[in-house]
């Protein structure tokens, strides 16, 4: 239980400034049977827009690019595990933009394109955010350490942050 409520407001900044910090999470398609993978996500501050750097031959490429997008959710967890997200969109593929590219690459990017920025299979998936749930529990392990021992010292329920479902859009 929280002791404190969770603005919308308040979890959509810590989703965006956590993904800022740590933007590693899990992407996949909202349908049944398709499992996610770990993708690294390149936010847009100015749209909103999460940028997916990928293989076009990969499935999820492959799988994404049938009609004109699909329904999709992408999993987050911080590295310090004190911002917690599930959040729809539409994904598809964009395409090989070299604007973005630029803006984005780096030296583990790079691994995974041997002929550099120009790799011929190189494609960037759009994920337009359009709602989720975001939890937030400020105060690191020792807090939860803290909540933890006192829940089961006084056989109450820990303070573990608050939950707020947000609009992206």
Same mark, same amino acid.
């Given at each position: 239980?929280?002791? +404190?409520?969770?603005?919308?407001?308040?979890?959509?900044?810590?989703?965006?400034?956590?993904? *800022? *910090?740590? @933007?590693? %999470?899990?992407? %996949?398609?909202? !349908?049944? &049977?398709?499992?996610?993978?770990?993708?690294?996500?390149?936010?847009? !501050?100015? #749209?909103?827009?999460?940028? =997916? =750097? #990928?293989?076009?031959?990969t499935d999820?490429?492959?799988?994404?690019?049938? &009609?004109?997008? !699909?329904?999709?959710?992408?999993?987050?967890?911080?590295?310090? !595990?004190?911002?917690?997200?599930? $959040?729809h969109g539409?994904?598809?593929?964009? %395409?090989?933009?070299?604007? $973005?590219?630029?803006?984005?690459?780096?030296?583990?990017?790079?691994?995974?394109?041997?002929?550099? +920025?120009?790799?011929?299979?190189?494609? $960037?998936? +759009? =994920?337009?955010? /359009? /709602? %989720?749930?975001?939890?937030?529990?400020?105060?690191?392990? =020792?807090?939860?350490?803290?909540? $933890?021992?006192?829940? @089961?010292? #006084? +056989?109450?329920?820990? /303070?573990?942050?608050?939950?707020?479902?947000?609009?992206?859009?």
């Amino acid at each position: 239980m929280a002791d +404190k409520t969770l603005t919308a407001a308040e979890a959509e900044d810590a989703f965006w400034d956590s993904l *800022k *910090k740590s @933007n590693t %999470g899990l992407l %996949g398609l909202d !349908q049944p &049977g398709y499992h996610a993978q770990p993708m690294t996500a390149f936010r847009e !501050q100015e #749209t909103g827009t999460i940028w =997916f =750097f #990928t293989r076009d031959d990969t499935d999820l490429a492959k799988d994404a690019a049938v &009609g004109t997008g !699909q329904s999709a959710m992408f999993h987050y967890g911080s590295k310090d !595990q004190n911002v917690w997200a599930c $959040i729809h969109g539409e994904l598809s593929v964009h %395409g090989h933009d070299r604007e $973005i590219v630029d803006r984005y690459w780096n030296p583990v990017l790079a691994a995974w394109y041997p002929e550099g +920025k120009d790799d011929p299979k190189l494609t $960037i998936l +759009k =994920f337009d955010a /359009d /709602d %989720g749930r975001v939890w937030v529990n400020e105060g690191g392990f =020792f807090k939860f350490a803290y909540e $933890i021992a006192k829940a @089961n010292a #006084t +056989k109450t329920l820990p /303070d573990s942050g608050g939950v707020a479902d947000v609009n992206l859009q």
